[in-house]
């Protein structure tokens, strides 16, 4: 995957993110964009987006109690789950507007 497709979708996901509501504040840790409730506390991280060499990442602190009837999530520990984008598209295929609601509500 070439660097604009993955600053692309990065930048969609940001957009997406602070659009879908005003109570996130993305800042930038840990190599890529956090999404926080709160830019003064470090436990309202809810999620994240991070480009990898072939996709990107959005990951949700608490995915793994989040509804997933079409089995988007990936991931195994006991908390956090991911998503993998390889376009711009997957953003609406893979529901991700769902699931950033779903991590408001947690």
Do not use: C, W
């Amino acid at each position: 995957m070439d660097d604009k497709t993955k600053s692309d979708i990065v930048d969609a996901v940001i957009d997406l993110a602070t659009a879908h509501s005003s109570n996130l504040f993305p800042t930038a840790k840990y190599g890529g964009t956090v999404f926080l409730t709160d830019p003064d506390t470090q436990g309202s991280f809810i999620a994240g987006v991070f480009a990898y060499a072939d996709h990107v990442t959005v990951e949700f602190s608490n995915g793994a109690n989040f509804d997933d009837p079409s089995g988007v999530l990936d991931g195994k520990g006991k908390a956090r789950r991911h998503i993998k984008l390889r376009s711009v598209d997957d953003i609406t295929d893979k529901n991700v507007a769902g699931f950033l609601d779903q991590a408001l509500s947690t």
